[in-house]
């Protein structure tokens, strides 16, 4: 009892001298002069580092300059949220905006540590309450507090920091949703919604070396930053797809763009005023994209208006037409030689790995100055079904490897052209009653039909071809018999 006298005594002794202390202490600071107390402020400063060897970085939630919310910020909660939340006690459980995943993060003032190389760091949580006038409302500012020994000042700052921030940009691009950015309907800017589609190039029907060789050709190209560094390109490819409609060539695009894992943005160039807004535009793209240009054929023909695809033969363009439209004046005056500009200039301005993939119905249509390879690094042919790419749709559509028809349908397929699109049509169950061997049936019809009108093709093309020939004859005659009187 005595003894816990003793010692509430003493600390109401200690109190009373930390309370004559703070008083004697801001007399000193009012009244001395205060290029003294600048003086005392630096001294008191070393003595406290010489006991104090710690360092302390913030990383703030907004930039303190314009109040915009902080990428590094963002960037070190991801990062925490995925190496660290595990360790600290309390955790706040949030989806990211954008992000279709429920993120953990440490909650305030929580404080957890971190390893590198064999140093120990130590990130704390917090959060600022602060008010900028007595006219506007309180507000709160996160921060994230990284504390370590001054004696791995360079090694933190210079390294660990830097891999922090790229950690956890990559694991923001994971938990993103990716987005699929268009300008049509005349919009001058890019307006965006969720890409969710399904294509793989699993579903894909087509040869499976030749999709291959893509898959590998865009796993390579994604890897490549450093390469493309070291022979000093600009990090980015260009696909030319073509083919005749239906073949595929937009579900590959989905396919690329869920592989890579990139946005897409399908640039409609019928929309975009001139040089000028095409460059904006394209200069607001973001890394890892897909940047898209469908119908390249049709798009460059630029009367404002975007044409509709003319039945083949009565295309009659040829490559000079469709350069002259690279300087003629027209509703939309992007030019031919404005989008070949920005492939090869403005490309190398833009950070970050790109993909420019072209679409077009009649590769052989088009400018050389557009498919050149350099500009478009790779042409790929989609073209009509294989007996490969048959089975691959059955597989998707009807869960089948293999039945009696198929052999059928190979024989079929050999001697006719259909497109995938058709196939699939033909395999996608039209009622729940309708079963598989219903489905194969149904495209062994189709493909019966599509034989028949092309053996009525070729034998109307004879006949005129015929025809040609009986006119020419008895052209040669008559003036055979001119000649000869
Ligand atoms: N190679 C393919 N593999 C799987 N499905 C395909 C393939 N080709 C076409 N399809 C199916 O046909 C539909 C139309 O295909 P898609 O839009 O990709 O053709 P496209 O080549 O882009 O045609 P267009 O030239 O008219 O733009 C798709 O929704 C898909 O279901
Ligand atoms: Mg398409």
Not at 45 to 71: A, G, V
């Amino acid at each position: 009892m005595i003894r816990a006298m003793g010692l509430l005594q003493s600390w109401g002794g200690f109190g009373t001298s930390i309370a004559s202390f703070i008083f004697l202490w801001d007399m000193i600071r009012r009244y001395c002069p205060p290029e003294l107390i600048r003086a005392f402020d630096k001294w008191a400063q070393r003595i406290r580092s010489f006991f104090y060897p710690y360092i302390q970085i913030s990383i703030s939630e907004f930039m303190s300059n314009n109040l915009k919310p902080h990428d590094a910020y963002a960037a070190v909660e991801a990062y925490l949220s995925v190496h660290l939340a595990k360790d600290a006690k309390r955790l706040r459980a949030e989806t990211v905006t954008g992000g279709s995943k429920l993120v953990l993060s440490m909650d305030e003032h929580e404080r957890v540590t971190d390893e590198f190389c064999g140093v120990k760091v130590q990130w704390i949580s917090g959060k600022l309450v602060q008010r900028e006038s007595k006219y506007l409302p309180e507000l709160e500012r996160k921060y994230y507090k990284l504390v370590f020994h001054k004696k791995y000042r360079d090694m933190v700052t210079d390294i660990y920091l830097e891999q922090v921030i790229k950690a956890g940009k990559e694991i923001q691009m994971r938990n993103r949703k990716r987005k699929l950015y268009t300008n049509g309907h005349n919009k001058t800017t890019w307006s965006h919604i969720v890409f969710e589609h399904p294509a793989t190039f699993g579903s894909l029907a087509m040869e499976v070396e030749k999709k291959q060789e893509i898959v590998d050709d865009l796993l390579m190209f994604r890897e490549s930053k450093d390469f493309y560094a070291r022979i000093g390109k600009a990090w980015k490819r260009g696909y030319l797809l073509y083919g005749p409609p239906g073949t595929g060539k937009s579900t590959m695009i989905a396919a690329m763009a869920n592989l890579l894992d990139y946005d897409v943005y399908d640039l409609e160039l019928t929309s975009v005023r001139d040089n000028t807004e095409l460059r904006r535009l394209l200069a607001e793209t973001t890394s890892k994209s897909i940047i898209v240009i469908e119908d390249i054929d049709c798009s460059l023909d630029l009367t404002g208006q975007r044409k509709k695809k003319p039945p083949e033969e009565k295309i009659e363009k040829t490559k000079k037409e469709v350069s002259r439209k690279d300087t003629e004046e027209s509703g939309s005056r992007v030019t031919l030689s404005g989008l070949l500009n920005f492939i090869d200039g403005l490309w190398s301005a833009c950070s970050g790995e790109r993909i420019i993939v072209f679409t077009t119905n009649y590769v052989d249509k088009l400018d050389p100055a557009l498919t050149r390879r350099g500009r478009m690094d790779k042409h790929i042919e989609l073209s009509y079904c294989s007996f490969d790419g048959f089975k691959v749709l059955a597989k998707n559509y009807l869960r089948l490897d293999t039945h009696p028809i198929f052999e059928s349908i190979e024989i079929l397929m050999r001697e006719t052209k259909i497109i995938p699109a058709d196939v699939a049509e033909n395999l996608m169950p039209s009622s729940l009653k309708e079963d598989a061997e219903k489905c194969l049936l149904k495209l062994v019809e189709a493909l019966k039909q599509a034989k028949q009108l092309m053996i009525k093709k070729e034998e109307e093309s004879s006949l005129s071809e015929a025809k040609i020939k009986q006119a020419a004859d008895a052209l040669q005659d008559k003036e055979d018999s001119i000649d000869k009187m």
